[in-house]
């Protein structure tokens, strides 16, 4: 039972995460055009940190949906009697 809301805790935290990259991407768009007008060390060096930390945000939120949808499935539990095996139906 706690696995199940830990996994819906974590699939929400995962769709706040995805929501903050796809806002991000027109300010670190910004930031690249800026960088290549610019040329200033700076401002390439601040795409590039920033852009690093949008793909980690990226890759952890996948990493959470994921471990979120494991947990949070029903897993089914097969039985078979012993005179059911070899029956085809």
Same mark, same amino acid.
């Given at each position: ?14 769709? %706040? ?14 930031? %690249? ?13 601040? %795409? ?16 959470? %949906? ?8 029903? @897993? ?12 085809? @139906?």
């Amino acid at each position: 039972m706690i696995k199940k809301i830990f996994g819906a805790f974590f699939i929400l935290i995962s769709v %706040f995460l995805f929501i903050y990259f796809i806002i991000g991407i027109p300010n670190n768009l910004s930031l %690249f055009l800026l960088g290549i007008s610019s040329e200033s060390g700076h401002s390439i060096g601040y %795409f590039i940190g920033n852009f690093t930390i949008y793909i980690l945000i990226l890759i952890i939120s996948i990493k959470l %949906f994921k471990l979120g949808l494991k947990w949070t499935s029903k @897993k089914s539990n097969p039985t078979e009697n012993i005179n059911n095996i070899g029956i085809n @139906k």
